[in-house]
């Protein structure tokens, strides 16, 4: 009986070799195909910029690559500069609020304090009566 299963295993690994070799070309033509398509898709939304500063140029795929990278630092660096100016900004805002909240404050705080003031006096000229 062992003969037989070793001869089935055997043939099943043969078997599994022969699936991986059939399939291992099929596999890698379509990550190419993905690859083509992702730098087609690109070269389409790039290529018009490209195009007008070299227009006689063909663009290979290391160029279109190549923009692609310095496109996106430059979008990066945008970013980071818009994320500073609004937080710039709302640091201003916000100063700029509580200076508001201060100023519109301080008019009712000193006529509190004029009237509590007035409230003593009152209240201390009133304890004192001459009759």
Known sequence: MAPTITAAITN??????LNHKIRKPLVEKLRRERINSSIE???????????KQQPDSKLEKADILEMTVC???????????????IKHFNKLQSSSDLN??????????????????KDKSLS????????
């Open 12 to 17: 099943s690994q043969d078997l599994l070799s």
């Open 124 to 131: 201390s000229s009133a304890l004192w009566r001459p009759w």
């Open 41 to 51: 898709q690109l070269k389409s939304l790039l290529g018009p910029d490209f195009l």
């Open 71 to 85: 496109f996106l630092t430059q979008l990066q660096q945008q970013n980071q500069q818009h994320r500073k100016l």
């Open 100 to 117: 508001l909240r201060e100023a519109d404050f301080s008019p009712l705080s000193s006529t509190v304090q004029t009237s509590s003031t």
